[in-house]
């Protein structure tokens, strides 16, 4: 099986939370993903730190931290957003399913490969049909 670690995850993971960290490194490296979606958002916060960064030290910590995102990327499986999850996204957005649009790509990536979410957001996700999720911050 698949896992599909959300944007929130990720960033728990980043952030070391002992059972997020626990919960990945006891799941074999082939089963763990991110979307295109959460690169997206990540490199975009990322940049936006280090545009806004007011001093010296913020800028280096903000560039030691984009260093770092770009870093885990590298070692980990990127899901595309392809034609099949574009299809997912627009039937998704037909059905109005009330999430944010990064989400509901999210999501559809996830049904697009038959994978399980990794989210503490399931009050959104639950909302998608046919979508498995599962939160290992707790």
Not at 3 to 26: C, E, G, M, N
Not at 84 to 92: C, D, F, M, Q, S
Request: charged share 25%.
């Amino acid at each position: 099986m698949l896992y599909i670690l959300d944007t929130d995850h990720l960033s728990l993971f980043q952030r070391r939370h002992p059972q997020v960290v626990a919960k990945i490194q006891a799941t074999p490296l082939p089963q763990r993903a991110i979307t295109i979606i959460t690169v997206e958002e990540q490199l975009r916060g990322r940049l936006s730190q280090i545009r806004n960064a007011r001093n010296a030290e913020s800028h280096i910590r903000a560039c030691a931290a984009l260093n770092d995102a770009i870093r885990l990327f590298a070692s980990i499986r990127i899901l595309d957003y392809d034609e099949e999850a574009n299809l997912r996204y627009e039937a998704l957005r037909q059905m109005k399913i009330r999430i944010g649009s990064q989400d509901l790509r999210i999501a559809a990536i996830a049904l697009a490969t038959g994978s399980i979410l990794v989210t503490r957001n399931r009050s959104d996700f639950e909302k998608v049909p046919g979508l498995i999720t599962e939160d290992w911050s707790v």
